[in-house]
């Protein structure tokens, strides 16, 4: 399938439409066929495989369209979308399914680009499931949208609508006994969503009532010690407060460096506070680089600020074990002070 995608990719645009349909056509056909039948081994209305299949023509599409060209997948894809949804409905439970059905979406996304901007229509489908079972995969194809259209003035509310509505079960899920360390998926995937609003359209989310939230769930966040959910959490962070300094021949700089200012001053006590205590307390040292930057990024928003948060932070650290015995010196704690800033 892949083989074939690739050449039909290559045939002039007005052929891709009609090939690429008749490609298409067997695996709707076969996710109909599932659809129309009741499950009587368990296995008989699996639809992964031509859910996959479908995934592979999507992935391999890779027609060149000029500016103002309509692209040939978009009718297709628009065709094929009331199957996925109801497969997506009648497997809502099942996370192996839900997670191909996702893929298959992204690389439709993909293959299409702006022109798939008729998805966006979609989402209010995409969170009712997710309300009903936080299947994290759902965190990262609104990462994909937010990457895809994030830069679009007419999608950014509809985009910001949805992360705000993903974001109450995915702060629900995290509340519950051990949820960060529980659910290390949906930390990587909701702070990659959050990291992509920030690289697309970072006023948006500096805006919003939900830019506050997802601060203080990524400062709890620094703590968990999992690879690649902190990895998220720390580039999102990264991004967040470069914010303030980037690209500051744009005409939203001084907005950005006021929102981002406004956010520091909040919570910038408390990131220097929990990222101090995760170096000392609860990360391994090959993470240690990335709390550093995280630290840097800080220190470019307002150096004398950073001092006195970092002075506060060192204060606060214990200088003796439990039994009695000095952990650290108050000339060691001056020293590194002196060496950080």
Not at 277 to 304: G, N, S
Request: with cysteine.
């Amino acid at each position: 399938l892949s083989g074939t995608a690739l050449v039909l990719a290559r045939l002039p645009l007005e052929k891709i439409a009609e090939c690429l349909s008749e490609l298409c056509a067997v695996q709707v056909m076969a996710l109909k066929k599932l659809l129309s039948q009741e499950p009587s081994n368990g296995l008989s209305s699996d639809p992964t495989v031509p859910l996959d299949r479908l995934a592979v023509i999507f992935r391999h599409t890779n027609p060149i369209v000029e500016n103002g060209q309509i692209h040939p997948c978009q009718k297709v894809i628009q065709e094929i979308w009331p199957v996925l949804s109801e497969t997506l409905n009648k497997h809502s439970a099942d996370n192996r399914i839900v997670e191909r059905c996702c893929r298959c979406l992204r690389f439709a996304v993909r293959c299409v680009g702006k022109g798939s901007a008729a998805l966006l229509q979609h989402p209010a489908q995409m969170v009712n499931v997710y309300r009903a079972h936080q299947h994290s995969c759902f965190l990262y194809l609104g990462s994909i949208l937010v990457d895809e259209y994030g830069m679009e003035e007419g999608c950014r509310q509809g985009l910001l609508d949805m992360l705000q509505a993903l974001c109450i079960p995915t702060f629900q899920l995290l509340e519950q006994p051990n949820g960060l360390q529980n659910h290390p998926d949906t930390v990587d995937d909701l702070f990659r969503l959050a990291a992509r609003f920030i690289q697309r359209s970072p006023v948006t989310l500096l805006r919003s009532q939900v830019m506050i939230p997802i601060l203080q769930w990524a400062i709890a966040a620094t703590t968990l010690d999992h690879r690649d959910a902190n990895c998220s959490v720390m580039k999102f962070l990264r991004d967040l407060i470069h914010t303030g300094v980037a690209n500051d021949h744009e005409e939203d700089f001084e907005m950005r460096k006021e929102l981002i200012s406004q956010v520091m001053n909040q919570l910038g006590q408390q990131l220097v506070n929990q990222l101090l205590h995760t170096c000392c307390f609860c990360l391994p040292p090959y993470t240690l680089p990335d709390v550093a930057e995280v630290l840097w990024e800080i220190m470019q928003i307002d150096r004398p600020t950073f001092c006195r948060w970092l002075e506060n932070s060192l204060k606060g650290l214990p200088k003796e074990t439990t039994g009695g015995a000095i952990q650290v010196t108050h000339k060691q704690l001056t020293d590194f002070h002196k060496q950080v800033t």
